[in-house]
Nanobody
Framework: QVRLEESGGGLVQAGGSLRLACAAA????????MGWFRQAPGKEREFVAA????????LYADSVKGRFTISRDNAKNTLYLQMNSLKPEDTAEYYC?????????????????WGPGTQVTVSS
């Protein structure tokens, strides 16, 4: 089992940047493929970005491609999401997730572990 906790959310103006972090504790971090998802009020949780166990093969939702970068530091058991050129439509609760898999996963149903989330609000 792995425990996840996000940090780094906040209020930012459109065009600004934020860096989210997800600290993992428990079993060996390199067992897990990792992902970021988000959920806005009244909407379903949606895929944002995902990365392999060893930090390769990142995948992104079309809506964030070119603006967001997912990365991980396996020595620090931490996942990151660098968010640039933020837009009001990026406003949501952001969640990190983990799955014991060698694949890069884009579907929420395939992830076993979730953090409690961190709020990102982008003002226009």
């Amino acid at each position: 089992q792995v425990r996840l906790e996000e940090s780094g959310g906040g209020l930012v103006q459109a065009g600004g940047s934020l860096r989210l972090a997800c600290a993992a504790a428990g079993q060996t971090f390199t067992r897990y493929a990792m992902g970021w998802f988000r959920q806005a009020p009244g909407k379903e949780r949606e895929f944002v970005a995902a990365i392999s166990r060893i930090g390769t093969s990142p995948l992104y939702a079309d809506s964030v491609k070119g603006r967001f970068t997912i990365s991980r530091d396996n020595a620090k058991n931490t996942l990151y999401l660098q968010m640039n050129s933020l837009k009001p439509e990026d406003t949501a609760e952001y969640y990190c997730s983990a799955a014991p898999s060698s694949l890069v996963l884009t579907e929420a149903r395939l992830y076993d572990y979730w953090g409690p989330g961190t709020q990102v609000t982008v003002s226009s």
